[in-house]
Structure formats: structure tokens, C-alpha cells
């Protein structure tokens, strides 16, 4: 078993639309949790992050943690064609290493 | 961008043949990092480093060494290249000072092991 899991997608949604993208994960010592939006081709980039449980609001983005159930969720409100990208969840137990999903791909139509 | 250099870009080798991907920064960070990318996996760690000549290993290190001998050069070698290496190679950066440890990726390297 994976130690974060992701589903990969596709998802593909109309432009205005809500995207919402989750994780579960199995290791309990994970305390920041995260989001890197990564365009085609190029190098992920880190969109949010979240400590411990709760939620993150940024513009139109929100991110939520539920450490009771070993989940979390990223959601896109609004959503705009330039939101199309891979969204990769990442969490770290506070050393210096991240643990990656796998990644749902994002298509939004105009 | 943060100051992430990844080259070679692309590169296509046979299998067998010896492969070094070299990552260079200038943002003087402690931590340096190579991950494979590969479709339904995302990205898993080969290696990573915590300092000059500080390394260790990931979770898919086989097959994989790194070098590192300055802090802003960070050497990923594929002693003998099988097809299985094929795959996009990102290196990333990180100063170790924020708790949540925020990661900056390079370009990424496009291998393709015949």
C-alpha cells in the first residue's frame, strides 16, 4: 500500500465549475500537508500548504485537512482554463522529505 | 523561477551505456534532491542530499548513485541504463528552513533508455 494515495483522473470540468481533488494518507506523523500544481512539462510548483488539521483559503483555492480521517482536499472555485495542470498532494512529517500522491490530471473547458 | 538549472534536457541512450544528469542551483540551499516522475506513481525519491559529500538514499535508489561536491552541483548517475530508467528526472532544492520544508523543482530531464 501506497503511504499517500491520489487518484490520478482525469478530471475534466466546464470553466466555472468547482474542482475538487483529495488524498488519504497512512502515516500519522505527517503535520504539513500540501499542494504543487505542475503545468505540462515543466517542474511542480507548491500552491498551498496546510499545518495539521483545518482549513486554508487563498483566492479561489481551498485546502483542507482531516487528520482524524487521514484525508485531504484541494478545491478550485471558479475554475479557469489556466487552472488546467497535474495537481500532486505532498505531506511531510516535518523532516526534510515529502512523501508525493500521484497526481490528478485537470482539464478545464472553456 | 528559482535559480534550478537541469541538464542534459532530453536525452536518448541505449541500454547498458553509463548516463549522468547533472542539476545546478544558485540560491545556496543545503538540500538538494532527485526524483523519478513516472505515469500512476508521481514523483518518488531516488536520493537526496543535506549537505556537500551528505548523501542518502530514496525509495527507488537501485540502479542510481549521486555525487555531490559542491553546494550548488548535484550529480545523478545511471551506472548502466536499463529500459525501466526511462522516465522524467526532476531535481529539487529546498533551504531546510521552513517547517514544511517547501521543495522548488527544476525543468526536469526527459530520459529515454532504448
Known amino acids: 500500500q501506497k503511504e499517500v494515495e491520489q487518484d490520478p483522473g482525469p478530471l475534466s470540468v466546464p470553466e466555472g465549475a468547482i474542482v475538487s481533488l483529495n488524498c488519504t494518507y497512512s502515516?500519522?506523523?505527517?503535520?504539513?500537508f500540501m499542494w504543487y500544481r505542475q503545468y505540462s512539462r515543466k517542474g511542480p510548483e507548491l500552491l498551498m500548504y496546510?499545518?495539521?488539521?483545518g482549513n486554508k483559503e487563498d483566492g479561489r483555492f481551498t485546502a483542507q485537512v482531516d487528520k482524524s480521517s487521514k484525508y485531504i482536499s484541494l478545491f478550485i472555485r471558479d475554475s479557469q482554463p489556466s487552472d488546467s495542470a497535474t495537481y500532486l498532494c505532498?505531506?511531510?512529517?516535518?523532516?526534510?522529505?515529502?512523501?508525493f500522491g500521484a497526481g490528478t490530471t485537470v482539464t478545464v473547458r472553456a | 523561477d528559482a535559480g534550478i538549472t537541469q541538464s542534459p534536457r532530453h536525452k536518448v541512450t541505449e541500454t547498458g551505456t553509463p548516463v549522468t544528469l547533472r542539476c545546478h542551483q544558485t540560491?545556496?540551499?543545503?538540500?538538494m534532491y532527485w526524483y523519478r516522475q513516472d505515469p500512476g506513481h508521481g514523483l518518488r525519491l531516488i536520493h537526496y542530499?543535506?549537505?556537500?559529500?551528505?548523501?542518502d538514499k530514496g525509495e527507488v535508489s537501485d540502479g542510481y548513485s549521486v555525487s555531490r561536491s559542491k553546494t550548488e552541483d548535484f550529480l545523478l548517475t545511471l551506472e548502466s541504463a536499463t529500459s525501466s530508467q526511462t522516465s522524467v528526472y526532476f531535481c529539487?532544492?529546498?533551504?531546510?528552513?521552513?517547517?514544511?520544508?517547501?521543495?522548488?523543482f527544476g525543468p526536469g530531464t526527459r530520459l529515454t533508455v532504448l
Open positions: 496546510t499545518y495539521s488539521s
Open positions: 540560491e545556496n540551499h543545503r538540500y
Open positions: 529539487a532544492i529546498s533551504d531546510g528552513v521552513v517547517s514544511y520544508n517547501e521543495q522548488f
Open positions: 502515516n500519522s506523523a505527517f503535520q504539513y
Open positions: 542530499s543535506y549537505g556537500v559529500k551528505d548523501t
Open positions: 505532498a505531506m511531510s512529517a516535518g523532516d526534510y522529505k515529502l512523501s
